[in-house]
């Protein structure tokens, strides 16, 4: 049964006392954007980009297998999740297509070869069905 003296309670969103919200204004909220699509779309384009010098620096590693792992356990799908999670789609696909991108690049110069389309489909797949275990944010985040 629910408790009465709960209900009449005001909700806590978790913003401060003195936050004013006021319709079209756009903010980051622990740690998403929320508000128009240019603001996410702009927020989630310097994560992206930040991304990259990560990138560059998995291209110079010597131990192929490591640099394999890394993207695909650390610097991947992974970074992108929170995000994918809590940034509404339509503003952002093309932001996450970029970072699809980026980790199709760093994985073509990490085996040091070029991925087909019909490839790179396999290589997204879990490794337990023969693929790479290289997840798209892109089509994830749409689901």
Do not use: N
């Amino acid at each position: 049964m629910l408790d009465e003296s709960l209900s009449r309670e005001p909700l806590d969103w978790g913003f401060p006392k003195d936050t004013k919200m006021r319709k079209g204004d756009a903010f980051d909220f622990l740690g998403a954007p929320i508000g128009s699509d240019q603001h996410c779309a702009a927020f989630l384009g310097k994560k992206v980009e930040e991304l990259k010098a990560t990138f560059r620096m998995l291209r110079k590693m010597e131990d192929r297998q490591a640099a394999y792992c890394l993207l695909r356990a650390c610097d991947s799908f992974g970074k992108m999740v929170y995000y994918m999670r809590a940034v509404p789609g339509t503003g952002v696909r093309k932001t996450f297509r970029k970072f699809d991108a980026l980790v199709k690049d760093a994985m073509e110069d990490i085996c040091e070869l070029g991925f087909s389309d019909r490839s790179w489909k396999q290589a997204k797949l879990a490794i337990r069905l023969g693929g790479l275990g290289l997840r798209s944010t892109e089509e994830h985040q749409l689901k």
